[in-house]
């Protein structure tokens, strides 16, 4: 058996730069239900999140949408996360890997030797063959999710995304109060507040435990719960 302590989840999520100022909707004449549009910073930010079972976590990697790296992002890091950027702005094969590596230093004391059970969903960077030989060559044994269900088991989408956003949500508005905008030379720092009171231990442990994997309990995922998306909208219309 895997002891609590060595088993770890890594999922992640987008963040939005900027907050909207102003507001417009357009729509057919008519509606009651329009569709809202608000002005900002649309550019989104990966943050790639890692918790344990035992209620602790790692520090976070941080992605950024860029072609090269900029000194100018050299700034605060009260969490010590990772930074890095990619063409996207999302995670790929190359930074995969290097997050592994990462991964490893973090854990491999802790598990003195003991074999490390990491949970993953199914995107394409979890599972390429430089990362999963490198996690075999340090006994580190991968459980990648299926896409159609990566919701169901995934403790992070099922617990700890939903405060997570909506403390930085808090945490930009509050921020941007003073003046100053959020951006890549201080997400950081801004980030840091709301990653610290969302991954916390009693959320961490929450999200294993809802998710059957510590405690193990096969009965918590419902078969309704693996069960299609149905369809809630069937009619679109677009203001020429």
Sequence with gaps: PIAPECIYGMDETGLQLGLGVSERVLGPKGRKVQYQQQSGDRENITVLVTICADGTSLAPAVIYKAEAYHSRWKQDNPLEASLGYS?????????????????????????RGRRRLLLVDGHASHYTFALLDYART??????????????????????????????????????????????????????????????????IRAAFRKTGVVPYDPTVIKQDFMAPSLESSSRGSLPL
């Design 87 to 111: 063409k996207k702005g999302y995670s790929n094969g190359e930074i995969g890997l290097e997050w592994i590596k990462h991964f490893d230093a973090q854990t491999k004391e802790k598990a």
């Design 138 to 203: 340090h006994n580190i044994h991968i459980l990648c999710y299926p896409s159609h269900s990566t919701h169901v088991f995934q403790g992070l989408d099922v617990v700890i995304f939903s405060p997570l956003k909506r403390q930085w949500t808090i945490a930009r508005k509050e921020f941007e109060s003073r003046g100053v905008k959020v951006n890549k030379t201080n997400f950081l720092k801004v980030y840091a507040q709301a990653h610290i009171k969302a991954v916390t231990p009693d959320n």
